[in-house]
């Protein structure tokens, strides 16, 4: 720590800071806009002025950019130095020329960190009257509006754009007084991380396209805390509603987690909640009126439960709370967890790993500070796609690390660290089937089959540690395994990455031996297994059998009534499986948000609520409960969450009364007891009784207004707030308005900080934590002194076959993730069908891109267009998992190629 005076008030800061973060974390508003926690300074804009001093007799003093001066134990300066606060309107003034007077229209009004900084510095009136210097605008995509005329040329949006995120076709394009930031020529923006540039860029330049459509000021947004339902790495989400619609997702920031940003899936993938596809009344079929209320429903599900065998279908995309409840009416026996046994197996070797405490799970803050990475089988890119912006930034910090050493120049000095640094990068073993966007930062590059991953993998663990059995490995693979152990030797705190993406369980044995191996040698090592889907972790930690059990149990038991939790069960599996499951029920209750193919065989349909209109946890990949919590209150009332249906199932089935509520820590104490491996997951976030002072959280902001107006159309009267007995928010403006535990702020709003910058009030320093953060509960325990127990059963090499090809899954961003795919712009980027080979093999038979082939998958013919890959190994073909048309397959199943069309 450091001691500095400011205006001669005396304060302790941490050294290696700034003076900008310096005056941040203790209080003092001082405005900036081209500095970012995450992007470091260049001082740019001019804007954070201040006034340092020799020493407490210097009267004179210099002008310096705040964010350009590091910190120096007794350093005096002055923030309300007439001269600096002249300075700052100056600059302001200078930057405001050219800005149109367009607040009252522009999207950003309201929540615009130009309109905060600008009255920081007292700027309140305009002298220039001259003409205004005009841009025309970019079409960018379906995700991003682009409104250059706003720019004030922070040049944050470039610097992230670039070296942050990694994208190329964002840039800036200057002549003489002219500075203009967009892409070359009108297209959409390729980085899957672009909808990030909404909250970067301080001004109304890029803002949320979709938001657009039905657009609302922020203040005006009933917002609440919620997670990302589109990926595991469980991104902590705003959601913001207005007239009972899904308005917008923006980030709630997480040190542990996400950080900053979100990837746009995440950001632009939330229109499912609106789709005219949403199951909004209970349906019983086959009877002459089908669509019935609660009572009916009820009174039909207790003939239903007590006269047939129950079984359970649990999901990965359903709440932790609804997969309780679900197995808690079923009986544990009879639960099964809706995906194919060897996805089970895969996922229950991952969950026996990270339970077993050896290696700590990785956080993405842990990925960030790593000095070396090992991805070994899984494509991050699109399954994990922040995760994968985490490993770009371990990868660029290590590399500012090496060329900083020995060196007086401070990490948030960007501009200087990227002079020193060049082309420098830190340690990165990308290991995949195919080529990624990671490739480009890595140090080695393997594709491969799974089982030559696993083999390389572990050749790895073995020269990290002698004792275990040598691989065979060809030269080149030998070289690169040699190659990758030499820099995890050299490692301090290496992590580990694989996943159930391939379906291959050899690939997380490996992943294990290497990072348990790693331990002799580093400081701490971590590894994270990727998972598909949401809250597939928290499934798995349920230890249930797979689909196939399933059917199993339906073709050999009697008079079975089989309820489905939000799973559609065609994508997950072949539909001749399926349909034999459904074929061997006598009755199907199926609770969903959304009609699909599974639906359609349900008897009983029962609506569930999205995410968005109820209360829930999910476990993300590394084994972290976090709490999602309702944003609305949906206006037909029969959209209840799944857990509250099965509860009340639960009931009726027992004929007791259902005289009172269940909440969800309820629920999950139930789990608890039930599975002892769930421990601590009902203390994820505060209760539902949580107060402060009394008074419950607000979900509206203090400016909220028009709520009396609303219903004016229907009612002239205000109606009464609806109650929420399962969180510690209200529906209203009105209850505490301090600062809330982290896991329940729904909205960052500070006096002067309107837009998402205030986030830096919220936190203990600028980029660090959030004051008193709890971030989640992180169910797996690291016992730092566990013995290791390797695997050994090393899986032999990848056998190319004569006229037959591993069917392996490729991975979409866009359109392989279920819900995601219901949003127009999500929809717009997602890829037509297609089957994946190498050039190798695509040259033996004459093919081109385009070509069409007709493959043979289990007796079903499917004609693809063939796309070639020069990184596909040979003897494997990918075809894209989810797509909407696209099957689910038999995955590292053995396919043909039946016809060719050229």
């Not at 866009?814 to 190498?838: D, N, Q, T």
Request: a negative charge; one cysteine or more; proline letters at 5%.
């Amino acid at each position: 720590m450091s001691t500095i005076f400011i205006d001669n008030k005396q304060y302790e800061v941490k050294a290696g800071k700034n003076l900008l973060e310096a005056c941040l974390g203790v209080g003092i508003d001082l405005p900036y806009f081209c500095w970012h926690p995450a992007l470091g300074s260049v001082g740019a804009c001019r804007q954070c002025a201040v006034k340092v001093f020799r020493d407490e007799n210097d009267t004179q003093g210099r002008l310096v950019m705040s964010c350009m001066e590091g910190i120096r134990d007794g350093l005096h300066l002055s923030v309300n130095d007439k001269t600096a606060k002249a300075f700052r309107s100056q600059v302001i003034e200078w930057l405001m020329t050219n800005h149109p007077h367009d607040c009252p229209v522009c999207d950003e009004g309201g929540s615009c960190h130009l309109q905060d900084m600008t009255v920081m510095t007292g700027h309140d009136y305009r002298r220039y009257h001259f003409k205004k210097r005009t841009y025309t605008n970019q079409y960018l995509g379906p995700f991003i509006h682009h409104e250059m005329n706003r720019c004030i040329q922070c040049y944050r949006c470039v610097r992230y754009y670039h070296e942050y995120a990694g994208g190329k076709d964002l840039n800036v394009f200057a002549a003489h007084n002219h500075v203009y930031f967009g892409r070359e020529r009108d297209g959409v923006l390729e980085s899957p991380f672009s909808g990030n540039l909404v909250e970067v860029c301080p001004t109304g330049v890029f803002t949320d396209k979709t938001l657009r459509e039905h657009y609302t000021r922020k203040w005006d947004l009933t917002t609440a805390p919620s997670v990302c339902h589109h990926c595991a790495v469980g991104c902590n989400t705003i959601a913001g509603e207005r007239y009972g619609q899904l308005r917008c997702i923006t980030n709630r920031y997480n040190s542990q987690v996400n950080g900053y940003f979100l990837c746009d899936r995440g950001r632009f993938g939330y229109e499912f909640v609106n789709s005219e596809n949403r199951i909004t009344q209970p349906i019983i079929r086959n009877q002459a009126v089908e669509a019935v209320d609660e009572t009916s429903l009820l009174e039909h599900l207790r003939t239903l439960l007590t006269n047939h065998t129950v079984i359970g279908i649990g999901s990965p995309r359903a709440s932790m709370e609804s997969n309780i409840a679900l197995m808690q009416l079923v009986g544990r026996e009879n639960f099964y967890q809706g995906i194919s046994d060897n996805e089970v197996f895969v996922e229950r070797r991952i969950e026996e790993v990270m339970q077993s405490g050896v290696i700590k799970a990785a956080s993405l803050q842990d990925i960030q500070h790593s000095d070396a990475i090992v991805i070994l089988g899984e494509d991050i890119w699109n399954t994990a796609p922040v995760m994968a912006l985490a490993v770009r930034q371990g990868v660029m910090k290590t590399a500012a690390q090496h060329a900083l050493e020995n060196r007086a120049i401070a990490e948030w000095h960007d501009a200087a660290v990227k002079e020193i640094v060049q082309q420098e990068k830190g340690f990165l073993a990308n290991c995949t089937i195919g080529a990624s966007p990671l490739d480009e930062i890595s140090s080695s590059i393997i594709h491969k089959a799974p089982e030559d991953l696993a083999r390389l993998g572990f050749a790895i663990a073995q020269r990290l540690n002698t004792v275990l059995p040598a691989v065979q490995l060809n030269d080149e693979m030998s070289t690169q395994a040699a190659i990758i152990a030499a820099a995890l030797q050299k490692a301090k705190r290496p992590v580990i990455i694989s996943g159930a993406g391939l379906y291959n369980e050899a690939l997380i044995r490996a992943a294990f031996d290497i990072a348990a191996a790693c331990k002799a040698t580093a400081t701490e090592v971590h590894l994270a297994y990727v998972m598909p889907e949401c809250n597939s972790m928290g499934l798995a930690m349920m230890q249930a059998s797979g689909f196939e059990n399933a059917v199993l149990r339906a073709s050999r038991a009697k008079n079975v009534a089989a309820i489905v939790l939000e799973n559609d069960l065609y994508r997950n599996m072949p539909a001749q499986i399926t349909d034999v499951f459904f074929n061997n029920c006598q009755h199907c209750i199926v609770l969903d948000s959304l009609n699909n193919a599974t639906t359609q065989h349900a008897d009983v349909l029962i609506p569930a609520a999205s995410f968005a209109e109820g209360d829930g946890t999910l476990v993300n990949y590394e084994g972290r409960a976090q709490r999602f919590y309702q944003v609305f209150v949906p206006a037909n009332k029969n959209m209840q969450e799944s857990w509250k249906w099965l509860m009340k199932m639960r009931l009726i089935q027992s004929g007791a009364a259902i005289d009172k509520p269940c909440h969800p820590e309820e629920v999950l104490m139930m789990g608890e007891q039930l599975l002892p491996q769930l421990k601590g997951i009902s203390t994820a976030a505060p209760r539902r009784d949580f107060r402060v002072n009394g008074q419950a959280l607000p979900r509206e902001p203090h400016r909220y207004s028009g709520r009396t107006a609303m219903l004016a159309n229907l009612a002239v009267s205000e109606p009464k707030p609806k109650q929420d007995g399962d969180s510690p928010f209200t529906f209203t403006m009105e209850g505490y308005s301090g600062m809330p535990p982290s896991p329940l702020i729904p909205f960052f709003w500070s006096p002067g900080w309107n837009s998402i910058q205030a986030v830096n009030k919220y936190q203990e320093e600028p980029g660090g934590s959030l004051k008193n953060e709890h971030a989640g509960k992180l169910l797996f325990e690291y016992k730092r002194d566990a013995t290791p127990v390797y695997f050994k059963d090393i899986p032999e090499a990848f056998v190319v076959r004569t006229d037959k090809w591993l069917l392996l899954p490729q991975y979409e961003i866009f359109g392989s993730e279920e819900l995601s795919v219901y949003s127009k712009g999500i929809s717009e980027r997602s890829p037509a069908a297609y089957i994946a080979m190498s050039a190798l093999d695509a040259d033996q038979m004459s093919l081109v891109n385009g070509s069409l082939i007709t493959v043979k998958i289990f007796e079903q013919l499917y004609e693809l267009p063939v796309r070639i890959h020069a990184n596909i190994p040979k003897g494997v073909v990918l075809m894209p998992s989810g797509l909407p048309g696209v099957p689910a397959m038999a995955w590292n199943s053995w396919v043909q190629i039946i016809s060719i069309k050229l």
